[in-house]
């Protein structure tokens, strides 16, 4: 099974930064959490979002389309996709009978990919790995592990997104922030503004029905 560019050392470890559907995500999820989060938690949380992003992504693909395995009959017209060929799809312009002393009779279907004919064997008995896979498995296999891809490469996306936070403050030093909460995210805030511990964090949120302003001056 030929692996996908997320699915790549290359891609989290040299091409990997946060676009603004990441970004997205992480300020959704403060909203729904309303809590603290580490940079590993938010590294996870992007991870798996690029994960389901690919799943997506295959499961555009193969629309409409057959996951080509030897063993299947085609027709004329049918649209294969071909998992080993880096997910191209093509369309079945031909079949044949085939031949072959050691494993008997089969079909050779002639597909047209970008353009150019490429013949593949149907309707083939003998076992083969090709066989092993079916649409839902694929699109698993293609889009990724998440928990896998966080244990390999969850510090280096977690210094990134420390790296693009620390960023997006220093392009906004000295402004003032519009926190939006139903309050223990900002009482997370005023226990860092006033030194209190964050265990006392439910003894600080605010009422709800009146803004409150905090005036910070980091030291």
Known sequence: MTQTQIQSAEYWESGFSLSDTDFEQIYNHFLETEKPQTVADLAGLVIRSRVREQAAEVRRLMAGTVVYQPQRSY?????????????????????????????????????????????????????????????????????????????????????????????????????????VSHGLALATVLCRVHGHALGRAYDLIPPHTAPVTVVWTPG
């Open 75 to 179: 027709s004329v017209g049918d649209e294969v996709i071909f998992p080993a060929l880096k997910l191209a799809k093509g369309k079945v312009t031909a079949v044949r009978p085939g031949y072959n002393p050691e494993y008997g009779d089969f079909n050779v279907i002639t597909v047209s990919l970008k353009g150019k004919p490429r013949e593949f064997v149907a309707d083939y008995s003998p076992v083969h790995v090709l066989n092993n896979s079916n649409g839902g498995e694929l699109t698993e296999q293609m889009a990724g592990d998440a928990q896998a891809i966080l244990d390999a490469h969850g510090a280096t996306v977690a210094a990134r997104v420390a790296a693009a936070l620390d960023d997006i403050a220093r392009q906004h030093c000295g402004e003032d922030v519009l926190v």
